[in-house]
C-alpha cells in the first residue's frame, strides 16, 4: 500500500500540494478551493472538477486534511476541510522538494 | 512510509469502506453543492437559472464517473469490478442454462472424484496417526515380517537406551478366540492380548475406566482377570451402557472384570489390522510358561527425544547379536525398524499414488473438456466482448471478467463436488471389509474443504483461461467485423480446439491403458489357482465351551462334531481345520529328519492343524499318498501331510511318502504319509510357502477349531442347519462368526478390487468426456461449414463421400491423441508395475484392446455430425444466409 498519486496530473503531486497550501488559510469547501487556486494563480491554473473530489478523498485518507460538515456562506450544507498537523508537516516536506525540483529544472532551461 | 501511518491509513480505509454506502451519500451531495456553488456565480454573471444549471452540470461532466474514480480512493477498484463481474457471470448462466448445468455437471464429477481421492490420501498418508506425538513411534519387525519372540522382547525393553518404552500385542489372536458368557446371548467375540503399557505408549487414555494394572498382567494366559473393551464393541454390545464398567463377564467359563472403554478414536484394527474388528483387549501375562511360544509378538517403540532411528537401529543390530549369542536356544532375531506410519501405509501407498495421478488427469480432461465448451460458446459473444473493448474496456478488465465467469461456473461445479465427495467418503468409510488402513475415518475435514476450493478455483482457472486469451484478442481486432455466421473463425482458432480434443484423447488413453492393466491383473488374480475352492465352502468356529483336558476327550468331541455335521442336510464333507486361508497363518522351523542345515537356511514351514475330511471340505486336492483318517489318533503313528512346496524343499527328487520329518516345538518326529496342492494361504499373488498338516486328533497344539463344510446348497442356507446339528453337543455354541470362504478371497482381494473400481471409473469418465469432446469439436465444425458443405453437395459431391471426408479427420485426430496417449503411457505405465499381476507394464493385449476402444468411440463420435451434415439440403444451407 503507497502513498495515493495522482494519476491525471502533468506534475504529480502539485495538485495535493497546491490544496494544502491554500488549506493554510483555513477551513474552505471544495468549490472555494477551486476557486482560489484559481483566482491566486491568476485564471491559468484551472482545477478540474474531476481530480479535484478524487484528491480531497485522497489527502483525507492520507490524513492530512480532515473535512466536517457546516454551513456556507449561502447558507447551504457544505463540507468544509482544514489542515492537519500531519498535512502540515507533508507540506512542509513537499514545497522544499518542489523548490529543489523546480530550481534544478529552471537552472537546466537557463531561466535562472 | 512509517508503519503507524499505513496502519492508520487502513483503518481509515477500512471504516470508509464499511459505510461507503453512506460516504458514498455525502460525495453526492458535496459534489452538488459545488455544481449548485458554480450556478450561483454564473447567475450574478447574469445567466438565466435555467442556462447556469444547465452550463454548471456540463461543466462538471458526468457525476457518477467523477464520483466513481472519487470512491475509488477508498474502495479497490477490483472489488466494485468483481461484484460486477459475478452478477454479469451469474445472468450468463442463466440464459445459457444447458451450458451452465452441462459444465456444473462435469466440473462438479471431477472435483468431487479430486475430493474423495484427497480425503482418502489425507486420511491414510498425510495426516498423523491418531496418537500422541505419533512421529516418534517405531515399529520393530523380525527380519522383514515376522514378529517377536516374547522373551526377546523382555531383554530388549530392558537392556535398550533409545526408546523410552516397548509395547507389543499378542499376533497370536484369532478371530473369535474368546466365547463372550454371563451376560445376554453368548458371543463369541476377538480379544487382543497386549502389553499392559501399550495404550500408555500409544498415549490412549480410556474413556471411561483404566488401563490394566500391573498385577491384571501377571495372570494366566487362559484366564485374563481383566478386559477393556473397544468403542465399536461397547457401542454395540452393550448399548454405550457405561455402568458395564466394573461388571465381571465371563471369557471362555473365565471370570474377567471390564475395566475400561477405550475412545472411538482408538481404531487398533483399522491401524494394525485394516478389515478384521477388535472387540476387546486382555493383558498378556508374559510371565505364563503356558502361553504360546515361538515368534508371536508386533513390537512398537517410542523413541527417546533426541534418539534417532539410526541411532535405534544401530544399537538394536548389537542386542540382537548378543541376545543370539547369549540364548542359543531361543528363535533367530533380526530387528529391524521403520517409523510406524510407514508400516502403517506403506503398503497402500502406490495405490494411492496411482489413484491421485488418475484424479489428476481426470481433472485435466475435465478442464479441457470444458475449455473447449467455453471457445464454441464464446465464439457467439465474439461481437458482445469487441462491443465492450469499443466501449473501452481494457484487455485486462475483459479477461478478468471471462475467468470470474469460469471461475464461479467451476465453484457451482465444487458445490455439486462436495456433496459427492461427502457421500463417496462415507460410501469408503462403511467399507469396513475392505482391507485398507483408517478406512473407517476418512471424512470430509477442513483440509478437505480448502482443497476443493483451491481444485474449483484452479480449474476455473484453467479452463477459463485459454478461451479467455483467445476471445480478448480477436475482439480487439477482427471482433467486429465479423459479420456473417458462416466464417469459420479463423485458423487458428480451430487448431486450439483441436489441440485440446487431441490432448484429452491422449489423456484419456493413459487412464485407459491404466485401468486396463489393472483390470487385467485383477483378473489374473482371480484367476489364480488357489490350491482350495471357495466355492460353496465355509467354516465356523466351534471351540468347545468346557476345557479339553485330554487328548482322548478331545477326539471324541471331534468325532461327534464330524458325525453330526455330515449328517446334517446338504452337507457334502466336513472337517476341521486351526488357520482358514486368507486369514491366519503361524510357521515353524521344519526338517527333513538327520538332516543339519546351516545357521539362518533352517527350511520354515507353515503349520496347519486339521482334522480327517478336511482337505475334502475344503478342497485341497490331493496329489500322493493318503489323507488322514480317523484312525490317525494319539496311540497311533505320528504322520503327516505336506505340499508340494515341502516336499520339494525337504527331499528334492526323492519320493517323500515315507520320510520322516521333524519341528522345532516339541521336537516331535513324523512320517510323511500323504503330499497335498500348495495353498495360497497368505494372499492370491504370493506363492504358497512350504506347509505342513499335522492331523488334530494327535496334538492339543492349536489355537481355535474351524469346522469346514463343503455343501451341495449356497452356503447361507448353511448356518440353521449345522446349529441345529451341532446343539446337543452344545447348547451355548454360538455362531456369529460363519465364514464364507468365498469372503476371505473377497476381502484378500478387496484392495485391488478398490482400486481397479476407481480407476475403471476415471476411465469411464474419462472416456466419455473425449468422445463427448470430439463429438463437440466435430459437429462445431461440420456447424460452421454449412454453407461450405452446401456448395460441395449442389457441385456434386456425394453423401458418402462427405461422410467419408469427416470422419477421416476425425479420425486423424483420433489417431494423434492416440499416438501421443500410447507414448505417455508406455512411460508412466511404469509406475504401475507393483500393482500388476501375471502380466507387464507394457502389456500388449492392453495397449491394443485400448487402442481399438478409443477408435471406435472416435469414429462413432465422428460419424453422428457426418451423418448429419450428409442430410443437409443444399438449397436450404445456400439460403440460410
Not at chain 2, 67 to 79: D, H, N, P, V
Not at chain 2, 434 to 452: C, H, K, M, Q, Y
Request: glycine fraction near 10%; proline fraction near 4%.
Amino acid at each position: 500500500m503507497g502513498t495515493e498519486k495522482n494519476r491525471a496530473d502533468l506534475l504529480p503531486g502539485t495538485l495535493d500540494m497546491l490544496v494544502l497550501k491554500i488549506l493554510m488559510s483555513g477551513h474552505l469547501h471544495g468549490y472555494a478551493i477551486a476557486q482560489l487556486i484559481q483566482q491566486l494563480s491568476g485564471d491559468l491554473l484551472r482545477v478540474e472538477e474531476g481530480s479535484l473530489y478524487p484528491a480531497l478523498q485522497r489527502l483525507e485518507l492520507n490524513g492530512w486534511i480532515e473535512g466536517e460538515w457546516g454551513i456556507s456562506a449561502n447558507n447551504r450544507r457544505a463540507r468544509f476541510y482544514k489542515l492537519t498537523p500531519d498535512g502540515r508537516k507533508h507540506l512542509a516536506g513537499e514545497s522544499a522538494r518542489y523548490r529543489q525540483v523546480t530550481g534544478a529544472v529552471a537552472r537546466i532551461m537557463g531561466f535562472a | 512510509m512509517r508503519a503507524g501511518t499505513r496502519w492508520k491509513r487502513f483503518r481509515r480505509r477500512l471504516r470508509y469502506w464499511l459505510d461507503h454506502g453512506e460516504r458514498q451519500r455525502l460525495l453526492w451531495e458535496e459534489m452538488e453543492f459545488h455544481i449548485e456553488s458554480m450556478a450561483q456565480d454564473l447567475i450574478a454573471e447574469g445567466f438565466s437559472e435555467r442556462e447556469a444549471r444547465a452550463a454548471a452540470r456540463r461543466k462538471f461532466g458526468n457525476m457518477t464517473q467523477k464520483s466513481e474514480e472519487a470512491r475509488s480512493t477508498w474502495i479497490a477498484r477490483w472489488m466494485s469490478d468483481l461484484a460486477q463481474d459475478l452478477r454479469h457471470a451469474f445472468r450468463g448462466m442463466r440464459r445459457d442454462a444447458g451450458f451452465t448445468a452441462f459444465t456444473v455437471l462435469i466440473a462438479g464429477l471431477g472435483i468431487g472424484a479430486s475430493s474423495t481421492v484427497f480425503s482418502l490420501v489425507n486420511t491414510v498418508l498425510l495426516r498423523p496417526l491418531p496418537f500422541r506425538d505419533p512421529g516418534r513411534l517405531v515399529w520393530i519387525s523380525n527380519g522383514e515380517n515376522w514378529t517377536i519372540q516374547a522373551e526377546h522382547y523382555s531383554d530388549l525393553r530392558e537392556s535398550n537406551r533409545s526408546f523410552s518404552d516397548l509395547a507389543g500385542w499378542s499376533g497370536y489372536y484369532r478371530t473369535g478366540d474368546k466365547e463372550l458368557t454371563g451376560i445376554g446371548e453368548p458371543e463369541r467375540i476377538t480379544s487382543v492380548p497386549v502389553t499392559g503399557n501399550l495404550f500408555a505408549l500409544l498415549g490412549v487414555e480410556p474413556a471411561i475406566g483404566r488401563p490394566f494394572t500391573a498385577e491384571e498382567c501377571q495372570g494366566r494366559y487362559s484366564a485374563p482377570a481383566a478386559m477393556v473393551l473397544s468403542y465399536n464393541f461397547w457401542r454395540r454390545r452393550f448399548a454405550s451402557d457405561p455402568s458395564v464398567v466394573g461388571r465381571k463377564l465371563m471369557l471362555n467359563n473365565q471370570p474377567a472384570t471390564v475395566v475400561g472403554v477405550l475412545p472411538a478414536s482408538f481404531d487398533f484394527a483399522g491401524i494394525f489390522s485394516p478389515g478384521a474388528s477388535i472387540d476387546a483387549f486382555i493383558p498378556w501375562p508374559l510371565n505364563d510358561k503356558n502361553k504360546p511360544g515361538g515368534n508371536t509378538m508386533p513390537v512398537i517403540g517410542r523413541l527417546k527425544p533426541g534418539a534417532t532411528l539410526q541411532g535405534a537401529q544401530a544399537e538394536f543390530t548389537t542386542l540382537a547379536k548378543q541376545l543370539e549369542s547369549q540364548h542359543p536356544e531361543r528363535n533367530g532375531i533380526d530387528p529391524r525398524l521403520v517409523p510406524l506410519a510407514q508400516r502403517v501405509s506403506g503398503g497402500v501407498r502406490p495405490a494411492l499414488f496411482v489413484l491421485t495421478c488418475a484424479v489428476g488427469v481426470v481433472m485435466l480432461i475435465v478442464c479441457a473438456n470444458l475449455s473447449n465448451l467455453q471457445l464454441a460458446r464464446l465464439g457467439g459473444r465474439q461481437k458482445e466482448m469487441a462491443l465492450r473493448a469499443a466501449l473501452g474496456a481494457g484487455r485486462s478488465r475483459l479477461l478478468r471478467q471471462m475467468l470470474t465467469e469460469s471461475v464461479a461456473l467451476s465453484c457451482c461445479g465444487a458445490v455439486l463436488g462436495l456433496a459427492l465427495a461427502a457421500a463417496g467418503t462415507s460410501g469408503l468409510a462403511h467399507f469396513h471389509s475392505f482391507n485398507l488402513p483408517l478406512l473407517e475415518s476418512v471424512r470430509i475435514d477442513g483440509s478437505a474443504l480448502l482443497f476443493t476450493l483451491l481444485a474449483a478455483v484452479a480449474c476455473g482457472m484453467l479452463f477459463g483461461l485459454l478461451p479467455a486469451l483467445r476471445v480478448t484478442m480477436r475482439s480487439l481486432n477482427e471482433g467486429m467485423q465479423d459479420g456473417s455466421r458462416g466464417s469459420s473463425g479463423g485458423k487458428r482458432h480451430g487448431w486450439v480446439r483441436d489441440g485440446l480434443v487431441v490432448s484429452e484423447l491422449a489423456f484419456a488413453c493413459i487412464l485407459l491403458v491404466g485401468a486396463g492393466l489393472l483390470i487385467r491383473s485383477f483378473l489374473r488374480v482371480l484367476d489364480v489357482n488357489l490350491g482350495f475352492q471357495p466355492e460353496r465352502a465355509a467354516a465356523l468356529r466351534i471351540d468347545p465351551s468346557f476345557r479339553i483336558s485330554s487328548l482322548a476327550q478331545q477326539n471324541s468331541f471331534i468325532d461327534d462334531v464330524l458325525n453330526r455335521a455330515r449328517s446334517a442336510p446338504g452337507i457334502v464333507a466336513a472337517g476341521i481345520t486351526d488357520v482358514l486361508p486368507l486369514r491366519d497363518d503361524r510357521s515353524f522351523a521344519v526338517a527333513a529328519k538327520g538332516q543339519v542345515y546351516e545357521k539362518g537356511h533352517q527350511p520354515e514351514g507353515f503349520i496347519r492343524i486339521v482334522s480327517d475330511g478336511y482337505f475334502d471340505a475344503a478342497g485341497v486336492p490331493l496329489r500322493q499318498g493318503r489323507e488322514f483318517t480317523e484312525r490317525d489318533r494319539a496311540s497311533s503313528e505320528l504322520v503327516a501331510v505336506v505340499n508340494d512346496t515341502l516336499a520339494r524343499t525337504l527331499w528334492p527328487g526323492q519320493n517323500p511318502l515315507g520320510q520322516a520329518i521333524t519341528i522345532n516345538v516339541g521336537h516331535r518326529v513324523m512320517s510323511v504319509v500323504g503330499v497335498v496342492a500348495d495353498v495360497r494361504h497368505a494372499a492370491l499373488e504370493t506363492a504358497a510357502g512350504s506347509e505342513l498338516y499335522m492331523p488334530m486328533r494327535q496334538t492339543g497344539d492349536y489355537a481355535a477349531m474351524q469346522l469346514v463344510v463343503r455343501t451341495a446348497l449356497p452356503p447361507d442356507s448353511l448356518a440353521a442347519g449345522i446349529r441345529t446339528a451341532l446343539r446337543p453337543i452344545d447348547p451355548n455354541l454360538p455362531v456369529r462368526e460363519f465364514v464364507k470362504f468365498q469372503d476371505l478371497v473377497d476381502r484378500a482381494v478387496s484392495p485391488r478390487r478398490f482400486l481397479v473400481l476407481l480407476l475403471a471409473g476415471f476411465a469411464a469418465f474419462a472416456l466419455i468426456l473425449a468422445s463427448l469432446g470430439i463429438y463437440a469439436v466435430i459437429s462445431f465444425s461440420v456447424s460452421q461449414r454449412v454453407q461450405e458443405i452446401g456448395i460441395r453437395m449442389a457441385l456434386g459431391a456425394s453423401a458418402t463421400d462427405l461422410q467419408r471426408r469427416i470422419v477421416l479427420r476425425t479420425l486423424a485426430l483420433a489417431a494423434l491423441g492416440l499416438a501421443l496417449g500410447m507414448a505417455g503411457s508406455r512411460v508412466l505405465s511404469r509406475a504401475l508395475s507393483s500393482l500388476l499381476f501375471g502380466i507387464t507394464a507394457g502389456d500388449p493385449v492392453t495397449f491394443v484392446e485400448v487402442g481399438a476402444l478409443l477408435i471406435a468411440v472416435a469414429a462413432i463420435a465422428g460419424y453422428i455430425p457426418a451423418w448429419k451434415a450428409s442430410r443437409i439440403d443444399p438449397m436450404v444451407a445456400l439460403r440460410s444466409n
